[in-house]
């Protein structure tokens, strides 16, 4: 048991050295109002003068106080400082320096203090680590914390009040941590503010024990009998009254010693029953027996949270990878990696796949299947055509004789006219998928390779590289769907295998017509903006109007002769059953192209581009310059983690018969 407390001391120290406490240890704090008497039961504790002290509030930084027992000077040849001293003390800031003299400490104490926190009275939170060996103290830890205070003096800022109870409960907080609220006896104790605060964190009083101090100041007449006895308010860990030394008793430089005899002359007089239960003697030893109990308590969950961060923590350093040695193989590992991972993505087999949206290859295939494919079956065969279109088309194909039969030329004229209207959703296709590709590259820069973060300008440089990449192949691929619908317009194959047999068409047209009761059908084109008077019919003009033949407008409506209508569904038919087979034919042969042109070849030729422009004896070195940052935290990590492993040794050194 006797080994717990320098146990904690020693992991006080581990953690102190990488700058932060990330594990709550336990450890007894010292909370009271400024000048209730917290600086000399502290001091009564060491039996050595070594406090700073004055007017207004002293201690502005928290004071960690390792207390640590060594045996006496006559059975040490040496002590394990190699210097011969009783009683010595070290601070943490200044590890390589032993201070024998205590009127030192408390110089080192205050200009340590001004360092951080100034000469105008303010406070910092960041704490002063000073270890004290000795033969005359018991084995304890205490944090010293300001006084609770209610008026700034000086330079402090008007809401000091609320920065010194955020620091005290910043500690007391902490569920690990043991109490010691000091509170003068000459006070009301209902108005105490240093069990006011503690009351807030520890309600229960599990972790609460309490000091009145300055029991030789009470009115003549009086005594804190009742208090001491907790009938006043009841504190679960007891309630210990010590007497201070006074001001003259300091100016006049009465030691210790004898003030702690004086001490017990006077709880002999006036509290002969409760002689064996207060004192500072008896709060030493107190608070060392529930300090190591409490640290029994309290070590196999340290334990196992010490476990826990070490994990976490080496997975964060293995995440931030090893500083870099080899640049040539660096470079080309993390190409590699990056090349792969980009690949991966897109075939579908990559570590890091999204579940919120599509990314890489499914939504390369949703381009295809669902935005392309679903695009090009909407686009009505005879959309934009009108009647008066086919035979006007008819008409100019036919020349000046009159047709007795439809035309190829019309047909063939009009077919390309529609086949036009697939080349532009193809080329939306295109941009598409290249948009796709470039997504994928922010995609593996965040997620699958980690590495690649901690260089930035290997990062934006890869990034470039392939960028540069897609931007070369765009208007090779734009080139070659576009030739796709270039070449479904050079030539009509009307003898293709799924193409209806234009004699077949005209019979079935005119069967159909035969079977027709009205003979004959109105059909109308769409109307113009400038001809809205009554529709008009092929006649003779006016006889009271000059005739000018050439401008005689073309009729927007009329009922079409019998083989007007004949020919005018001939073409219709023949236009959409063409027109069905090259949609069908682009469907199916732009995905394919885009995947040869653009995304395959992006995959083939990925890694040797990034080789070809980054691998370059003169750019390694720039490349592969890590972000500040990111080395930053490394070396923090790796502190850390290091702190870790000696807490894990330090508590292991523990057997467990020690714990109980």
């Not at 003259?248 to 003030?259: F, G, R």
Request: glycine share 4%; proline share 4%; with cysteine.
């Amino acid at each position: 048991m006797e080994t717990l407390i320098p146990t904690i001391n020693r992991l006080q120290e581990v953690f102190q050295t990488v700058g932060t406490e990330i594990i709550q240890l336990p450890q007894i704090v010292v909370v009271g109002t400024q000048s209730s008497g917290k600086s000399s039961v502290l001091e009564s504790l060491v039996g050595r003068d070594f406090l700073p002290r004055g007017s207004g509030i002293v201690t502005r930084r928290p004071l960690v106080l390792q207390l640590v027992n060594v045996a006496p000077r006559q059975e040490r040849l040496k002590n394990e400082h190699g210097i011969k001293a009783e009683e010595w003390g070290t601070f943490l800031h200044c590890k390589n320096q032993i201070f024998t003299d205590f009127v030192e400490i408390r110089k080192e104490i205050e200009a340590e203090t001004e360092r951080s926190s100034g000469d105008n009275k303010g406070i910092t939170s960041e704490p002063i680590y000073l270890k004290i060996f000795s033969p005359k103290v018991l084995n304890l830890t205490l944090v010293d914390l300001p006084g609770i205070i209610k008026v700034p003096v000086g330079d402090q800022p008007e809401n000091i009040e609320a920065q010194v109870q955020e620091m005290i409960l910043s500690f007391i907080s902490n569920p690990n941590s043991l109490i010691l609220a000091v509170s003068p006896a000459n006070s009301d104790l209902a108005t105490s503010d240093a069990l006011k605060l503690a009351r807030e964190v520890d309600p229960d009083g599990r972790r609460t024990l309490l000091v009145v101090s300055k029991l030789d100041l009470m009115d003549a007449g009086t005594d804190a009998l009742e208090v001491l006895l907790g009938r006043v308010i009841p504190v679960r860990l007891g309630i210990i009254g010590v007497v201070n030394r006074s001001q003259h008793d300091i100016n006049t430089q009465k030691s210790l010693e004898d003030s702690i005899k004086d001490e017990h002359v006077f709880l002999q007089r006036h509290y002969p029953s409760l002689v064996s239960r207060a004192g500072s003697r008896y709060l030493a030893k107190t608070l060392s027996k529930l300090l190591m109990h409490h640290i029994r308590d309290c070590l196999p969950d340290l334990k196992t949270r010490v476990t826990v961060l070490m994990a976490q923590y080496q997975a964060r350093l293995n995440s931030y990878g090893q500083p870099v040695e080899d640049h040539s193989a660096t470079l080309l590992q993390i190409v590699t990696k990056f090349a792969t991972d980009y690949c991966n993505t897109i075939e579908g087999t990559a570590r890091h796949i999204q579940t919120s949206e599509l990314c890489g290859g499914a939504r390369i295939c949703y381009i295809f299947h669902e935005t392309f494919g679903r695009t090009l079956q909407s686009i009505d065969p005879l959309g934009g055509l009108t009647d008066l279109d086919i035979l006007t088309a008819i008409r100019n194909a036919t020349g000046p004789r009159p047709a007795l039969f439809v035309p190829e030329v019309s047909f063939e004229l009009l077919v390309k006219r529609q086949i036009k209207r697939l080349e532009e959703p193809s080329m939306r296709c295109v941009e598409l998928v290249h948009e796709e590709l470039q997504r994928i590259i922010q995609h593996c820069s965040s997620y699958s390779t980690q590495e690649l973060l901690r260089f930035p300008k290997l990062h934006d440089s890869i990034v470039e590289v392939v960028t540069g990449l897609l931007r070369k192949r765009l208007p090779i691929t734009n080139e070659m769907v576009h030739n796709l619908i270039a070449i479904e317009l050079a030539y009509i194959n009307t003898k293709h295998p799924d193409f209806t047999d234009a004699a077949q068409v005209s019979a079935s047209v005119n069967s159909q017509q035969a079977d027709s009761l009205d003979g004959g059908k109105h059909w109308k084109t769409e109307k113009t903006a400038e001809n809205k008077a009554q529709v008009t019919s092929f006649g003779s003009p006016s006889k009271s109007q000059a005739i000018n033949l050439l401008d005689t407008a073309v009729p927007i409506s009329r009922k079409l002769s019998a083989k007007e209508q004949r020919d005018c569904e001939v073409i219709q038919r023949l236009i959409n059953s063409y027109f069905l087979i090259v949609r069908k034919s682009i469907q199916d042969s732009v995905p394919k192209t885009v995947m040869h042109f653009l995304v395959n070849f992006v995959k083939e030729h990925l890694q040797s581009e990034l080789v070809g422009q980054l691998y370059k004896q003169g750019l390694l070195q720039e490349l592969l310059i890590e972000s500040q940052e990111t080395a930053q935290q490394r070396t923090e990590v790796a502190q850390m983690l290091e702190a870790l492993k000696k807490a894990n040794n330090i508590i292991s050194e523990i057997r467990e018969t020690h714990l109980w």
